[in-house]
């Protein structure tokens, strides 16, 4: 008897082993699914940055990225207050924060509250299926032109027991990238400084943005110019004009001269000879 409870004991033990590991392999399966999909939009982003020609005809681009985030969930509540919790930390963080002293704080708000409704919708939804948002915003920040990317996928299962005991997939990831200044219109460059500093204040901030710029130029100059190589002071100069003067001059070639070589030719083979003839 104890014998058969010890071997029941034991195929329980190896079936909630094989179910844990089955379960392990089912989360490694979403993981890499979310990875998956964010590896895609990376790549979409990054087209962006390789061929910005083709997209200028469609849209501002970006020049390349200078922030990522990215990130994945498994099993999310609905309106689970932690996660939104977290994604709106990501969100304050990817925008900034907002200067209540300048137009560009309510423009930042307004963003803010369009990606925050969007996750919101994508947290709130319990129908089976995909579900994505995808974003993008241009707007003037710390005196530069900046491009935020905003891509959000959910996959929900039609119930629990399918992968892993869980219901769903959630991923998203936020792209920072500088737009280039000098390929904009005059219109669209108006139309960003006018939402950033307001109508009133446009022209002056204008004026400020311009010699920030000029300032930048120089500065962007100067730095090219370090790191090219520069002529050599005097002393050392001198030092190597007296050096190469003390120097023993190079052995000059070896002139060939034709009608000074001896040419030699190879003689021409014997000519075959007839046998000799013996008269009697």
Not at 167 to 181: G, R, W
């Amino acid at each position: 008897m104890g014998q058969a409870v010890a071997a029941a004991r034991r195929e329980a033990a190896k079936a909630d082993e094989e179910s844990k590991q089955k379960t392990l392999e089912q989360l490694a399966f979403l993981v890499k699914a979310a990875n998956s999909k964010l590896d895609h939009y990376q790549a979409e982003i990054e087209d962006m940055f390789q061929d910005p020609d083709s997209m200028s005809k469609k849209a501002i681009p970006g020049m390349r990225a200078v922030r990522w985030e990215r990130g994945y969930r498994v099993g999310i509540k609905n309106n689970d207050e932690d996660t939104a919790s977290g994604l709106n930390d990501v969100v304050d963080g990817t925008f900034g924060a907002i200067n209540s002293g300048i137009n560009g704080g309510s423009v930042l708000s307004g963003f803010k509250k369009i990606v925050g409704g969007a996750l919101k919708a994508i947290l709130g939804c319990d129908e089976a299926g995909e579900s994505e948002e995808q974003k993008f915003f241009v707007f003037v920040k710390h005196n530069a032109i900046i491009r935020i990317d905003v891509k959000i996928w959910r996959y929900n299962f039609s119930n629990k027991g399918i992968i892993a005991g869980t219901e769903n997939v959630f991923c998203y990831t936020f792209c920072t990238s500088v737009v280039n200044s000098a390929c904009l219109e005059y219109d669209e460059i108006t139309y960003l400084l006018t939402e950033y500093a307001g109508d009133a204040n446009v022209e002056a901030y204008a004026e400020k943005l311009l010699q920030v710029w000029k300032t930048i130029a120089d500065m962007h100059s100067f730095l090219q110019r370090r790191d090219q190589p520069g002529p050599l002071p005097k002393a050392k100069a001198q030092a190597r004009a007296r050096a190469l003067e003390l120097a023993p001059p190079p052995s000059p070639r070896r002139k060939q001269i034709q009608d000074d070589e001896e040419v030699v030719e190879d003689e021409p083979a014997e000519k075959a000879r007839s046998p000799l003839r013996i008269e009697a």
